[in-house]
């Protein structure tokens, strides 16, 4: 079981940026973070193939938001920037030990225990 540990959320303005960092115990295959509102489901943000760096995002913070990883430290970053208040959630990192980016939670074997971001308009 790996365990993951979040940090960085916090409250901002409107068209501020916030950096999320996801440290990884042990090694994965696939990285991603995923974030859940008040009242809806939790959705999937962006990805990471641990091995070929690839990345994948979800529509609404394409051009926004930059996933990247530092093998060195087993660390996952999410940059978020031109925050806006429909990104307001607790955001969640997940892994899973294949290297196919999967964008339902349910294929996410190990979970952080969230951080809150909130914007404000």
């Known amino acids: 079981q790996v365990q993951l540990v979040e940090s960085g959320g916090g409250l901002v303005q409107a068209g501020s940026s916030l950096r999320l960092s996801c440290a990884a115990s042990g090694r994965t295959f696939s990285m991603a973070w995923f974030r859940q509102a008040p009242g809806k489901e939790r959705e999937f943000v962006a990805g990471?193939?641990?091995?070929?760096?690839?990345?994948y995002y979800a529509d609404s913070v394409k051009g926004r938001f930059t996933i990247s990883r530092d093998n060195a430290k087993n660390t996952v970053y999410l940059q978020m920037n031109s925050l806006q208040p429909e990104d307001t959630a607790v955001y969640y990192c997940?892994?899973?030990?294949?290297?196919?980016?999967?964008?339902?939670?349910?294929?996410?074997?190990?979970w952080g225990q969230g951080t809150q971001v909130t914007v404000s308009s």
């Open positions: 990471v193939n641990w091995g070929s760096g690839r990345t």
């Open positions: 997940a892994a899973r030990r294949t290297a196919t980016i999967a964008y339902q939670a349910e294929s996410y074997d190990n």
